[in-house]
């Protein structure tokens, strides 16, 4: 079976895989529509796998991890070194140390 929709009202339709290019009328709006040839299943090998987006890479040495006053474990990039960041479960002001102090 070739499942898909109508394209004037979105009806669902459906029509045997023999009759891929044939039209029909939409039951719903009564629309003449072309039934769409059948696509092949996908199997796992043709899926494309996610990669990650390109960017900037960023190394653990440009990373520093430390620890909030409530215990929260904090990471962030070197250039915030010795600025006040903001612990994101508490919200309270935390100057970021310039080594990471684990």
Not at 6 to 17: N, T
Not at 49 to 61: F, L, S
């Amino acid at each position: 079976m070739i499942r898909f929709r109508c394209p004037k009202c979105s009806e669902a339709m459906e029509a045997p895989a023999g009759m891929a290019n044939e039209f029909l009328k939409c039951p719903n709006c009564q629309q003449v529509v072309q039934v769409p040839a059948p696509t092949p299943p996908k199997s796992a090998a043709q899926e494309p796998k996610p990669t990650m987006p390109a960017g900037p890479k960023i190394v653990d040495t440009d990373v520093i991890r430390f620890r909030c006053e409530c215990g929260q474990a904090v990471s962030t990039h070197r250039r915030n070194a010795g600025k006040i960041g903001e612990c994101p479960i508490c919200r309270e002001d935390v100057p970021i140390p310039h080594e990471s102090t684990r």
